[in-house]
């Protein structure tokens, strides 16, 4: 048993990126015929104002981002329910773990505190016993499976349109109820978005900002 940090980078190649933004003011300006008003340093402003105040979200669909997860069943179940998206997932069917060792995460309210670690990595420790056993008795991988934790590691490459990427970062990662796995990763992902597309993201990342500041606050009081 390896127990692993969950993780997510973007896979789509920043010199992609880079267009998107010249990209989005061309397409946006079709609606109108306003191509004429095309010049350098338009594009942040026309994005921000017709896109992101005025909530003409639609052209933000013509330029998309695909991601990588690295993260446990329990989260990518959480992903995949996201339906405007295209899913390509570790596939438990045909990997065999006995040849790689059990790859797992482990909760924070868990490995945290000795005993309950004990408890749920004895668990785990058998579970992956009990799956090296069922593959020694000719049990087939995509069978022997079916005795593996939620928490097994599993990856997932992920890609959205740029509109639905908001849509699922204010789902999850402004979403204080959100599981804390998949809040996480979707809080770094943002973070890394704003990065690459500040126009697009900014709104979003303001809210990440206030959020913390007050959940600090919160923690502070206690």
């Known amino acids: 048993m390896h127990i692993i940090k969950p993780s ?3 896979e789509t190649p920043e010199s992609h990126i880079q267009d998107y933004m010249k990209l989005l003011e061309k397409f946006g300006r079709v609606c109108h015929k306003t191509e004429s008003a095309i010049a350098e340093g338009t594009a942040d402003v026309f994005v921000n104002k017709y896109m992101i105040e005025m909530g ?3 052209v933000l669909e013509h330029c998309s981002l695909t991601a990588r997860f690295i993260c446990d069943r329990s989260a990518s179940h959480q992903l995949v329910r996201h339906r405007i998206g295209s899913f ?3 596939s438990q069917r045909y990997v065999d773990y006995s040849e790689t060792g059990l790859e797992v995460v482990c909760p924070p309210s868990i490995r945290n505190d000795p005993v309950k670690f004990k408890s749920w990595a004895d668990t785990v420790e058998t579970l992956e016993k009990e799956y090296r056993r069922l593959l020694s008795l000719g049990v087939p991988p995509e069978d022997a499976r079916s005795v593996l934790p939620n928490c097994t590691k599993t990856e997932v490459v992920a890609t959205f349109n740029l509109r639905q ?3 699922v970062f204010m789902q999850r990662a402004l ?3 959100a599981q804390w796995e998949i809040r996480e990763l979707m809080t770094d992902l943002m ?6 597309l500040p126009v697009v993201f900014g709104d ?3 809210k990440i900002l206030y959020n913390l500041m007050f959940e600090k606050k919160d923690r502070w009081e206690e």
């Open 8 to 10: 997510v980078v973007i």
């Open 56 to 58: 003409h979200e639609s």
């Open 88 to 90: 390509s997932q570790e």
């Open 165 to 167: 990427w908001r849509h």
């Open 175 to 177: 979403n204080p109820r």
């Open 191 to 196: 973070k890394e978005c704003y990065r690459l």
């Open 204 to 206: 979003l990342q303001q």
